[in-house]
């Protein structure tokens, strides 16, 4: 990475995996003008993983799962933040079994439910209703 200031190189003087944001927060050191600064980094599934549906394979989109739960938390006044952390601890859950780079989309949706049931029943309900996964 490059020093934000000056555009020099840069080095990491201390680094920690965040669990729940699925990425790794780094203090960094420039080595030209000795500036520190802290970056959050993340890495894009989209690239990594597909999803299986009907035998077709399409990106992963951490976006439309997202979407899926907003819509699904419409009814409470957090749901933006509430679909924000919810849809982070969906790929974690899915992160943790996965074996392969392909997910099968009733994987996706059984967490999704999953998650959401211990979290807000109502939204369970909803999200069941557009998304089946028998």
Known sequence: MVCIFCAGGTKVTNSRPQKRSNSVWRRRECVDCGTIFTSTEGFDLSGSIVV???QVLVDFSRDKLFVSVYESLRHRKSALEDATALTD???NRLLATITEATLQR???TKTACHVLDSFDAA???QYRAFHPFW
Do not use: F, K, M, S
Request: no cysteine; net charge neutral; hydrophobic share 60%.
């Open 106 to 108: 009733n994987l996706i």
């Open 52 to 54: 299986a549906t009907n």
């Open 89 to 91: 601890t969906i790929i």
């Open 123 to 125: 939204a369970a309900t």
